[in-house]
């Protein structure tokens, strides 16, 4: 399960912005904010391009990360 949280952490870590990302990806700010939306929809390119780009140390934690998952799923 994709960590918004830890992904916008990462982009201020970075020192970009969300535009720059976009850019990078080579698509529409709102394209980008859609694909965060959606659980983090990104192509393996994509996410190729985001670790490189964004230094990513810890890119699982990120783009699946298993804690999120497990409390998502949890019922009452």
Do not use: C, W
């Amino acid at each position: 399960m994709f960590n918004e949280r830890k992904f916008r952490a990462q982009v201020v870590l970075a020192g970009v912005t969300m535009g720059d990302v976009a850019k990078e990806l080579n698509i529409d700010e709102s394209t980008l904010y859609r694909k965060i939306k959606m659980n983090g929809a990104f192509t393996r390119e994509e996410m190729a391009k985001l670790i490189k780009f964004l230094h990513m140390e810890k890119p699982i934690e990120i783009f699946f990360d298993e804690k999120l998952a497990e409390t998502q799923v949890e019922g009452p």
